[in-house]
């Protein structure tokens, strides 16, 4: 069988993830051969650091198509970051290094010679500020794709925002019809083209037990719409109350369970399966895939972080 290749941004230089990939290439045998866009800079001191031994094989990004790939290397796509200091705290002094990073992964991606990317950490709040909600935004953007759903995906259950990276005070007056029918309908098509089976899909409400006392209910006036709505093509149901639809005689009845904002499907997700799970964005031309976790900057350098995130991302895209 023949395993196409796997384009990884290392992200957020002062973060985690080396750390995590290093540990992935220890632990798994992985069949796809893996390009890391990075610093040869900051691999080697992170190698270093954590006593890692493996060779460095530098890619002319304009030239992968004349490379015969393997794992015995690593596939090293460089890209300059001058640091000061080994390990410094996350700031903006990365940004510019982490645009270069993500502008590298875009031009390789659109000629469409790779269709499997997965990327690092990165802070939103240093990298991303106001501009972008999140990663997902952020990478929508750079292929002009205006559809785009964060799924985060576990095998015996998945969930799946309407509203991402929002203050909650905003939640409400951003959830609407066209956006529900929207995000489900690609959920829907993903499960269907690329896993081969249409997902049991529930839709929470937004209010505490689907109740409101003021005089519009978005629960009544918006979702239930919606739902009833994609009923002609999906099997969905709801809206549900947040607080009974994790109960394991519940959930098991689902493949994916939709919530109206990240926090209301998210924690309940992590506190189940907790590091057994990938965030995947819907919407783009390519499967594009996080490891779900974060920067994880007070953990740096201490190799004491799980990578089974990431395995299982590699494993999704090994197997489809």
Same mark, same amino acid.
């Given at each position: ?13 002062n973060?985690?993830?080396?750390e995590?990939f ?15 866009i ?6 080697? $001191?992170?190698?270093?650091?954590l006593?890692f ?5 530098i890619?002319?990004?304009?030239k ?5 790939l ?14 000061k200091?080994?390990?410094e705290?996350?700031?903006k002094?990365? !940004?510019k ?5 993500f502008?590298?992964?875009v031009e ?11 990327n ?8 991303l500020?106001?501009?972008y909600l999140?990663?997902?935004e ?5 292929f002009f794709?205006?559809? !785009?759903?964060?799924?985060?995906? !576990?095998?015996e $259950? ?6 991402t ?24 098509s993903?499960y ?13 409400g937004?209010?505490?037990?689907c109740e ?16 009833q ?7 969905i149901?709801g809206?549900?109350?947040a607080?009974?639809?994790?109960i394991?005689n519940i959930?098991k009845?689902y493949d ?10 998210l ?7 907790e590091y ?8 783009l031309?390519?499967i ?11 953990m ?5 972080s799980?990578p089974l995130s ?5 494993n999704?895209?090994e197997?489809?």
């Amino acid at each position: 069988m023949n395993y196409s290749p796997i384009l990884i941004v290392s992200g957020e230089p002062n973060s985690i993830f080396l750390e995590i990939f290093f540990k992935v290439l220890k632990l798994k045998k992985i069949k796809s051969p893996i390009i890391l866009i990075s610093s040869e800079v900051i691999l080697k $001191l992170q190698m270093k650091k954590l006593k890692f031994e493996k060779n460095i094989r530098i890619l002319d990004p304009k030239k992968l198509n004349i490379y015969k790939l393997d794992n015995n290397s690593i596939n090293l796509i460089n890209v300059k970051y001058i640091q000061k200091k080994p390990f410094e705290k996350i700031s903006k002094k990365s !940004n510019k290094f982490i645009e270069n990073c993500f502008q590298t992964a875009v031009e390789i991606l659109k000629k469409k010679h790779i269709y499997k990317f997965i990327n690092g950490p990165i802070s939103k709040k240093h990298f991303l500020g106001s501009k972008y909600l999140g990663i997902t935004e952020y990478i929508s953007d750079k292929f002009f794709s205006k559809k !785009n759903c964060m799924l985060i995906y !576990n095998k015996e $259950l998945s969930v799946s925002p309407i509203t991402t990276h929002l203050p909650l005070k905003s939640v409400a007056k951003n959830i609407n019809k066209k956006l529900i029918i929207q995000k489900i309908n690609l959920i829907n098509s993903f499960y269907k083209n690329i896993l081969n089976f249409t997902p049991r899909i529930a839709v929470l409400g937004l209010n505490p037990h689907c109740e409101s006392i003021d005089n519009f209910n978005e629960d009544e006036k918006i979702i239930k719409p919606a739902v009833q709505k994609l009923k002609k093509k999906c099997k969905i149901s709801g809206p549900y109350a947040a607080d009974t639809i994790f109960i394991k005689n519940i959930r098991k009845k689902y493949d994916v369970i939709v919530g109206m904002y990240h926090d209301q499907v998210l924690t309940p997700l992590k506190s189940l399966y907790e590091y057994d799970a990938i965030n995947i964005t819907l919407g783009l031309p390519f499967i594009r895939i996080s490891p779900d976790h974060g920067p994880n900057e007070r953990m740096m350098g201490k190799n004491l972080s799980n990578p089974l995130s990431l395995i299982k991302a590699i494993n999704f895209l090994e197997n489809n």
